[in-house]
């Protein structure tokens, strides 16, 4: 099992900028694939980045360029740098964690970006 927790969201004005944080346990976290996901409000969970274990990094098309994704095996943690930040980037955001078959699933933090 593998326990996996984000953090660092919170509210921001439109324009501005958050990172997020997502820990997770283990001793072979560089051999897992790591992603990031958001859930807007009323909509499905939606793919934002990833980054693979020999740091390629993916993003959607829509975020390319304000979104930076990163990984610091060290400390087990996975981030998602958000730039420019726009009210419908306002979602929930879920860390992902794909070891080998196995997925687990943080439990969100809440980013809001409003004046």
């Known amino acids: 099992q593998v326990q996996v927790v984000e953090s660092g969201g919170g509210l921001v004005q439109p324009g501005g900028s958050l990172r997020l944080s997502c820990t997770a346990s283990?001793?072979?976290?560089?051999?897992?694939?790591l992603g990031w996901y958001r859930q807007l409000p009323e909509k499905q969970r939606e793919w934002v980045a990833a980054?693979?274990?020999?740091?390629?990094?993916f993003y959607a098309d829509s975020l390319k360029g304000r979104f930076t994704v990163a990984r610091d095996n060290a400390k087990n943690t996975v981030y998602l740098q958000m730039n420019s930040l726009k009210p419908e980037d306002t979602a929930v955001y879920y860390c992902?964690?794909?070891?080998?078959?196995?997925?687990?699933w943080g439990q969100g933090t809440q980013v809001s970006v409003s004046s």
């Open positions: 283990g001793s072979i976290f560089s051999t897992y694939h």
């Open positions: 980054i693979s274990t020999s740091g390629s990094t």
């Open positions: 992902r964690i794909r070891r080998g078959e196995d997925i687990y």
